[in-house]
């Protein structure tokens, strides 16, 4: 089975759009990886970014290899596999092995208590996928150096637990082979966010139990029309995301139209925000929204139910996705392989803890407390209360804007809550959602007719951070942080997991307000009764 891709409403707008790709060569022309395509100025990174259009048959060659580690961790016993990778090291496997329904541990948090949870279950039969594509990464080098630590204060060498997956020649690559770690060597010649199908992809979801021939199968099986003018999933696709963008609907709505695959929204929205968000243009996807609600804003549906829908097998989506989005960069004008801005932030936050030193981070002071919850930054019109401030980001979303919430919290704490006695499967998700802060994003959704995205930091900052900062200059962003109460140490390291993550905030909102960007932090100096209060305070509105 192949995708398909139903237009709604949209039909004659992209009909002009894809005639026009279709006069130019560009379906055959892609397929066949011109790197021409997206214009002189994005060709040399082109040259090196389409290797995933051949993933479906060359990355069977690495098949063999992921065979004997599969083999050599079931002989081992070791069945927790944790992930420890950024943006597009992670998003993949998650939305494979969430559909595939086998369990998997990813590590894309700085939060020291999420961190923490990982390290204490089941270590003994623990697995660690260390994946990274440039080996430089520092959350993913963070995790190799806790986890290093971890095995060995258990008496247990890290070399039988720890896999490494990175790209020829990294420093990552060294110093795995000198630690005797084993490595799987990636296609260099594919970005990240579109790696679902390298080593990337395949490693640990393999490792995790999930059946990657399938997946390559799946991908194989479209591959052949991406070729074709007409009956070409990725170039309907491609017209549809580029044509509306071009008509100022800019803001993607995804939504789950009953397909049988679990969290690909998340990874499309890596795919699409860091490939188009750049230059002052991009599409914004957004997440968990129910239905578009202004003229800039249309929903695509996963799955058989809905308008404008794109149903098929995962493995055949990731590919689709991929050719549209280069699609859609080029009707938009963007190069869609690279991510301008994104240093920006991470650059920030290793000045702010150079410049700190030993001293405690530039936090600043709040404006106001209220409960367990502090506020920083400007706001004005002398506000009282919690409540004055979230009014306040509302009301100062443009025409045409968009409110980003970013939590660096632990994003399992919210299941803590709903363990407890022997309630029925409502009562728990009712007391789940009560205490996960994501639910701030339905709630504030339901105060604005301007779209609002939810992000966990710092996994967000790769995926779309690179919007937030490259897009239109129209967001409002709200960032939550939260006390630690349990450090976690980063072996080699002058910081802890805990500094790290408040040092990416405080970067991340440098980067935001130095565009003049409105961006306020809330801090729950508890973060149980910090979520519990500022959750009632958006139901109040
Ligand atoms: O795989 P890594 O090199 O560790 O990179 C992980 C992520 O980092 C960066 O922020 C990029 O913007 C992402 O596209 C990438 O997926």
Redesign the pocket.
């Known amino acids: 089975m192949t995708v398909e891709v139903t237009l709604g409403d949209e039909v004659d707008s992209v009909e002009a759009v894809r005639d026009k790709l279709v006069a130019e060569g560009v379906p055959a022309a892609l397929a066949a990886g011109d790197p021409s395509l997206w214009g002189p100025q994005a060709q040399p990174e082109a040259t090196i970014r389409l290797g995933w259009l051949n993933l479906p048959q060359s990355s069977r060659e690495l098949l063999p290899e992921i065979d004997k580690l599969v083999e050599r961790a079931r002989a081992e016993g070791l069945d927790h596999v944790v992930l420890a ?5 992670s998003l993949a496997p998650e939305v494979i092995c969430a559909t595939y329904d086998v369990p998997l541990t990813v590590l894309d948090t700085t939060d020291p208590h999420q961190v923490r949870r990982a390290l204490t279950d089941r270590l003994e039969r623990t697995l660690v996928v260390v ?7 520092i959350e ?1 080098d963070s995790h190799r150096r806790i986890y290093e630590k971890a095995f060995r204060d258990a008496g247990i060498d890290p070399a039988t637990r720890i896999v490494v997956v990175t790209d020829p020649g990294s420093p990552l690559e060294q110093s795995a082979n000198e630690a005797g770690y084993p490595v799987v060597l990636a296609d260099p010649n594919v ?3 579109y790696s679902a199908l390298t080593a990337f992809g395949l490693v640990p979801s393999a490792l995790a139990g999930a059946d990657v021939r399938r997946l390559l199968d799946e991908a194989e099986a479209v591959r052949a029309l991406l070729a074709q003018d007409a009956g070409n999933p990725g170039l309907d696709l491609g017209a549809v995301l580029g044509a509306e963008a071009l008509r100022g609907r800019d803001k993607l709505i995804l939504r789950d139209g009953m397909s049988d695959i679990t969290g690909l929204p998340d990874w499309i929205e890596q795919l699409i925000a ?1 490939s188009t968000g750049k230059e002052g243009k991009g599409i914004l996807p957004v997440v968990g929204a129910e239905a578009a609600e202004d003229d800039d804003q249309y929903v695509v549906s996963i799955g058989p139910d809905g308008g404008t829908a794109v149903d098929g097998p995962l493995g055949a989506q990731f590919l689709v996705w991929e050719y549209a989005t280069a699609i859609a960069g080029r009707v938009i004008g963007i190069n869609p392989f690279d ?1 301008p801005n ?1 240093a920006e932030s991470k650059e920030n936050t290793t000045r702010i803890l150079q410049e700190a030193g030993d001293g405690p981070l530039p936090a600043g002071t709040p404006l106001l407390t209220d409960g367990p919850v502090e506020v920083y930054g400007d706001v004005p019109g002398d506000p009282k209360n919690l409540a004055d401030v979230l009014t306040w980001l509302l009301r100062a979303v443009p025409e045409r804007g968009y409110l980003a919430i970013m939590a660096y919290l632990d994003r399992e704490a919210a299941f803590d809550a709903a363990t407890v006695g022997d309630a029925s499967f409502e009562e728990m998700t009712e007391t789940w959602a009560g205490a996960d802060v994501a639910t701030l994003r339905a709630l504030l959704d339901y105060r604005t007719d301007r779209p609002v995205t939810f992000g966990w930091g710092p996994r967000f ?2 995926s779309t951070g ?1 919007y937030h900062k490259g897009g239109p200059q129209n967001g409002v962003f709200l960032q939550i942080t939260g006390a630690v109460t349990d450090d976690v140490e980063v072996p080699g390291k002058p910081y802890t997991l805990g500094r790290l993550q408040l040092a990416q905030a405080l970067g991340d909102l440098g980067a935001l307000t130095s565009r003049g960007r409105p961006a306020v932090r809330l801090h729950l100096t508890d973060r149980v009764a910090g979520v519990r209060h500022l959750l009632s305070v958006a139901e109040e509105l």
Do not use: D, Y
Not at 85 to 89: E, V
Not at 131 to 137: D, R
């Open positions: 990778g950024m943006g597009g090291s994946a990274s594509k440039s080996g430089g990464t993913t970005g990240g966010r860091e991510q994104v900052l790769h690179q």
